[in-house]
């Protein structure tokens, strides 16, 4: 049995920068102040100045603080023998209760602070969680091994669900390794999910691919969602294992996935460009002025179901090698389909590409990059008594950018990078590097992106933008 308490705080001040908006309203609209709206840069001087810092906003912004309080239980064993092998078991249960709060100034509170994001509410929420679950181990005979568990999650706020694993491991023979699991899983909604105030401010930039402005920003709803569903997934593996040879490994394993009710914020650029292209889901997300954009809702959500298929690849060699030995390892994944759907019905299509058919960016483009078809990393590393070389490929596939003013399809080629290290170990419990990055510092392919990002001109998800850096490493392992 075991008790844990956590707790997390964050305090936020404003040292300088910050106006409180009403008190300067009041002093540029005095005629007595002589505001100069025209003055160089917007600098005002003289008395105007003196009088302009007493509307100078400096201090506490929030405090906010999440409480974890956890009681958990658990019991081991043998439940019997098969075939002279033990069937284990383990059963347990946990208790938690979380809370969430914020307090926001009396500043904040009035969003009467300029630029600080609007006026944010205080929040008080708390909730408990109680869980019970069970595992069973069991070998069976003709090589083959069972497990199944499951556990039991009762939320007082969000609900209650019942989630399992089962899988199975056969060894025929001591080259040939087969594997296979099924399962489901659940992810509730976080007190900060569900009750971080929403807030009017200003959106990021984007581009309405209806009247094909660019850089916009307008009013921004952001914030969370009271009424958020728990994200719930369903999903299948199968591998297989093959050792030929006692220096070479290799294995693969297939996996999909199907998972409902994702949780996620939509950018700016997500809702707009699919309001414009009609998804029903969005319909209620954007406000226009006309035919202009006027505001756009980005809160936490729902945002639909998605369907992931791919394969796990592994490759591992070790051999003599001159006075030393040779290990040699390929680890890469290919993605066959990422296909998520909207709450509206619309799907996209994900792998290998930001953008569908007609240039609209997928659903998540700039929440987290492009969906590779294929990646990898393959690493070489030489070793003698207690020094160690090593040489690291890592290669993405090429993938679909965007659609250019013509309509083209424009592409980010495949790439390559090699990452060095050196490693010694000859003192106890420690080891020295010294290391490269990006050793042939290659640069990206140009990059616009279709989606918001600060950074113009490469692939924040595909690419370091420190280039090619040289670190060292130490590290010392307590036994």
């Known amino acids: 049995m075991a008790l844990t308490s956590n707790r997390s705080k964050v305090s936020g001040s404003l040292p300088s920068g910050y106006f409180l908006q009403v008190g300067y309203a009041k002093i540029i609209n005095d005629p007595a102040n002589n505001w100069n709206p025209w003055a160089p840069g917007g600098v005002q001087t003289g008395a ?29 064993g043998d ?93 025929p023979v001591r080259s040939l ?19 971080t105030p929403q807030v009017l401010g200003t959106t990021v930039a984007f581009s309405d691919p209806k009247t094909g402005q660019s850089s916009l920003q307008v009013n921004g709803l952001t914030g969370c969602n009271s009424q958020l569903r728990p994200e719930e997934s369903r999903q299948a593996s199968v591998g297989v294992v093959w050792s030929p040879a006692s220096w070479l490994n290799a294995g693969v394993d297939w996996f999909r996935i199907k998972v409902s009710d994702i949780l996620a914020t939509p950018s700016a650029q997500e809702v707009v460009s699919r309001y414009r292209a009609g998804d029903p889901a969005y ?31 592994f490759i591992t060699s070790r051999q003599a090698f001159g006075p030393g030995k040779l290990d040699v390892a390929l680890n890469g994944t290919y993605m066959d389909k990422f296909d998520q759907t909207s709450p509206g019905g619309v799907l996209s299509h994900k792998v290998g590409t930001l953008v569908d058919s007609k240039g609209t960016p997928v659903i998540g483009a700039d ?28 290669y993405r596939a090429r993938y679909e950018a965007a659609h250019d003013l013509l ?32 050793l042939f510092d290659r640069q990206p392919q140009t990059f616009v992106p279709v989606a918001a990002q600060f950074q113009y001109g490469y692939d924040v998800s595909t690419y370091d933008p420190r280039g090619r850096f040289v670190y060292v490493n130490a590290s010392y392992a307590f036994r």
Do not use: C
């Not at 009035?110 to 609007?118: E, K, R, Y």
């Open 367 to 394: 929440a987290g990059g492009v969906v590779l078809r294929w990646k990898h990393t393959l690493n070489a590393t030489w070793t003698q008594g207690a020094l160690a070389t090593t040489l690291i490929q890592n």
């Open 48 to 76: 105007l100045a003196e009088k302009l810092k007493a509307a100078q906003y400096t201090g506490k912004t929030i405090d906010r603080w999440s409480d974890s309080d956890l009681i958990d239980s658990k019991i081991t």
């Open 177 to 195: 390794l087969l594997r296979g699991s099924l399962g489901s899983g659940f992810r509730a909604p976080t007190l900060s999910d569900l009750w």
């Open 79 to 171: 439940l019997f023998k098969l075939d002279g092998r033990a069937v284990q078991y383990a059963a347990g249960a946990q208790a938690r209760h979380e809370s969430y709060k914020i307090s926001p100034s009396a500043a904040i509170l009035s969003g009467d602070v300029g630029g600080a994001g609007g006026a944010l509410a205080a929040v008080d929420r708390s909730r408990t969680i109680r869980s019970v679950f069970g595992e069973l181990n069991a070998p069976l005979p003709s090589s083959v091994e069972a497990n199944l568990a499951l556990r039991n999650d009762h939320y007082n706020d969000v609900g209650s669900s019942t989630n399992y694993k089962a899988s199975l491991r056969w060894q």
């Open 407 to 438: 309509g083209q399809r424009v592409f980010m080629g495949a790439m390559a990078t090699y990452d060095a290290n050196i490693a010694w170990r000859g003192l106890k419990n420690t080891t020295l590097t010294l290391g490269v990055r990006n």
């Open 283 to 313: 319909a209620n997300l954007v406000v226009l002025n006309g035919n202009d954009i006027d505001l756009v809702k980005t809160v936490l959500a729902n945002t639909g179901n998605a369907t992931v298929q791919g394969a796990d690849v």
